[in-house]
């Protein structure tokens, strides 16, 4: 089962690459997203910059990863002609998706680095890290949560034959709704029940409790707490849709009908 994955993810990474716009969306696009965040806070302290420009950049680059893959794997495979393939096959297709979600998740955090180094080579800007130790697990928590959120999306989408439309319409919104160029506290009231039940924003709140100067496991705990309960309730989710999704395959025989 291991070796399954780790196979799916090494040949997942090389296929993903082999798309020219996956390739943009990697290479490219986290310059430009970048270029606007700094251009947005060009006058904002060391502190907003770290929060709204590093992380906030950062996370849209990857964010678009996930959204523009993840979001997208299955409904690829259907489109190919493969995925009747894939979930008969000895492996439990949910390693195999799995293993596709940890690729795509790889590449989507190169594309965060990416960002960061550009910003701080071309733009001089200061990454502050005082807790290494603690950003690198809070940085493992936040890749995990992303990892199941994926997992929900991909099979989400297959339950649809619009993931195409849908892939392109919830980009921006996630950008908008998780605050990650702003405090989701500005958004009016309505939009906040929203925002905080998606794994996103605890995910970069909690990041950005972590490159505090100040930062103590008080003012993390919040946010932390946050990611493990919505990371729990879409690992919920994902069992629900993956047993839609086999219901469909073994009992309606439409899995592969594009």
């Not at 716009?21 to 947005?40: G, N, Y």
């Not at 009016?188 to 039940?197: C, M, N, T």
């Not at 909690?206 to 990371?231: H, Q």
């Amino acid at each position: 089962m291991i070796r399954a994955l780790l196979q799916t993810i090494r040949v997942h990474m090389g296929l993903s690459m082999a798309r020219p716009m996956f390739q943009f969306i990697i290479w490219i696009s986290p310059l430009f997203l970048a270029t606007i965040a700094i251009f947005v806070y060009s006058s904002a302290s060391s502190e907003e910059i770290s929060h709204y420009v590093i992380l906030g950049s950062g996370f849209m680059a990857l964010w678009s990863s996930i959204v523009f893959s993840s979001a997208s794997d299955v409904n690829r495979e259907r489109f190919y002609g493969t995925l009747e393939i894939i979930f008969v096959s000895p492996v439990p297709f949910a390693v195999i998706l799995i293993g596709k979600i940890i690729g795509n998740t790889f590449w989507g955090f190169l594309s965060m680095i990416i960002s960061f180094v550009y910003l701080v080579v071309i733009f001089g800007v200061d990454i502050m890290i005082p807790n290494l130790i603690v950003f690198i697990s809070a940085i493992f928590f936040v890749l995990l949560a992303l990892i199941v959120f994926s997992f929900f999306l991909s099979l989400a989408f297959t339950l649809s034959r619009q993931a195409e439309a849908l892939m392109n319409f919830i980009e921006y919104p996630i950008y908008l709704l998780c605050g990650f160029m702003f405090p989701v506290a500005i958004l009016p009231i309505w939009v906040q029940p929203l925002s905080y039940a998606i794994p996103p924003t605890w995910a970069i709140e909690l990041l950005r409790k972590v490159t505090m100067e100040d930062t103590t496991l008080v003012l993390i705990r919040e946010p932390l707490t946050g990611l493990v309960v919505t990371t729990l309730i879409y690992i919920g989710l994902g069992v629900f849709c993956y047993r839609a999704v086999e219901k469909k395959a073994r009992v309606s025989g439409k899995l592969g009908v594009y």
